[in-house]
Structure formats: structure tokens, C-alpha cells
């Protein structure tokens, strides 16, 4: 296998190979298609962590459906309110379409939280969740998930479109990202445009 590793830290292991992230993108992408049928559907791609998410999900639905992609940061330590700032906004008006809320990982819930009642404030006929892996033993805010790929231990992963620092987005499968000697990396000061993908706090 490649060398993904930068700087001192180092990758720990694999949790979930391409072949498995491949499977059940396919099996979402056929249970959304199934419950979307006959709807105007819109995925809304949450930037950067959902994009490679996003960009296999999009090609296993078979009904008619668009995207588009919002990119938000964080403000301060995000984990306070959970309020976040769009810093690019969808191109084409949500009104009266069914959205689908394409995420990288739903941890404590806060973001999606404040994205779906943003969402919800623009008149779609419907919005819901679809979330690659959720870490449910942090979750804060009660979510409904209806389109959930893997449940996950609370670690720190990247890959597959997920990043620590805008590294490791290019891994094509999931690991646990270990930083000297640790699988939680610290949570850093909020002066990063990315910070909601990148800094997170265990
Ligand atoms: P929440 O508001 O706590 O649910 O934050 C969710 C966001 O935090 C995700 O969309 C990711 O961008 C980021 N995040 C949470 N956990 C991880 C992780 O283990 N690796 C990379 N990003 C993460
Ligand atoms: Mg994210």
C-alpha cells in the first residue's frame, strides 16, 4: 500500500476498506432511489469532507436528481452551539424540492442540526439526512438518519474525502488517524477556513 503518512503522524489502521465503502454506497444509493422515485430530488453535498462521499453516492441513484454543495466553517470551538457559517451557498433555489443532506460523518450532531433547519427555512418539500458514518457515541442532538453508511467507534478518521489538517482526503479507504501515539487529535484554535472538516476535538 501507498505511503499516505505526512509530518510525524501516522496512520493506525484501516476501519473500513474501498471495497466495503464501495458496497454500501451502492446499497444507499439503491435504497434512495427506491424512496425518492417519482420526486424532484436535490442532493446538497456539504463541503469538503462529503465530496468523494458524494461524488460515488451521486452515481449509484438511478432516478433523475441534481446537486448542488454548500461549504460552512465553524464558528469558535463549534462545539458550543453548533452554529456555523455558510461560506458558499447553493447555487439553485431548494423550494419545494426533496433534499438530501449528503454528509461525510454526523459526530455530535450540531452541524447537520443547524443545516437542516437552515435548509428547512428556504420551503423544500423535504429534508433528510444521509450521513457515510455516524459516531453515535458523541452525539449531542437527537438526529434522524435515514440513510446511514457505517456506525463507528468514537475515534478520529480520515479518508475517502475526510481530512486532518487538509491531508488525507486521497486515501481510498477509511482509517483511524493516529497522532503521536494518539487517535484523537486535539482540538486546535478556530482560525481555519476548514476547521469544521479538520479540527474536530475527540
Ligand atoms: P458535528 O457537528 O460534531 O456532528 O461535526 C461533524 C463534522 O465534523 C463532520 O462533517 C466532519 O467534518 C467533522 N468530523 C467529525 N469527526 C471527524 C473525524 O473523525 N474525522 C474527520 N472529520 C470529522
Ligand atoms: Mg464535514
Request: aromatic content about 6%; proline content about 5%.
Amino acid at each position: 500500500m501507498k505511503n499516505f503518512s505526512t509530518n510525524e503522524n501516522e496512520l493506525k489502521q484501516v476501519l473500513i476498506p474501498q471495497n466495503r465503502l464501495q458496497e454500501r454506497v451502492s446499497e444507499l444509493g439503491l435504497q434512495i432511489s427506491q424512496d425518492f422515485a417519482g420526486k424532484n430530488l436535490t442532493i446538497v453535498a456539504i463541503l469538503k469532507g462529503s465530496f468523494v462521499f458524494a461524488a460515488d453516492l451521486l452515481r449509484a441513484i438511478t432516478v433523475p436528481c441534481s446537486i448542488d454543495f454548500m461549504s460552512i466553517s465553524s464558528y469558535g470551538t463549534q462545539t458550543s452551539s453548533g452554529v456555523v457559517r455558510i461560506t458558499k451557498d447553493l447555487d439553485e433555489s431548494i423550494a419545494a424540492r426533496h433534499v438530501l443532506l449528503v454528509e461525510d460523518i454526523i459526530d455530535t450532531g450540531l452541524t447537520a442540526n443547524y443545516l437542516t433547519h437552515a435548509l428547512r427555512q428556504r420551503n423544500p418539500a423535504s429534508v433528510d439526512i444521509c450521513a457515510l458514518l455516524d459516531k453515535s457515541a458523541r452525539r449531542i442532538i437527537d438526529l434522524p438518519i435515514p440513510y446511514r453508511g457505517f456506525e463507528i467507534p468514537d475515534v478520529f478518521v480520515v479518508g475517502y474525502g475526510m481530512d486532518y489538517q487538509q491531508q488525507y482526503r486521497n486515501l481510498p479507504n477509511i482509517s483511524i488517524l493516529r497522532l503521536n501515539g494518539c487517535s484523537k487529535p486535539q482540538q486546535h484554535a478556530a482560525n481555519d477556513p476548514d476547521q469544521n472538516d479538520s479540527q474536530k476535538s475527540p
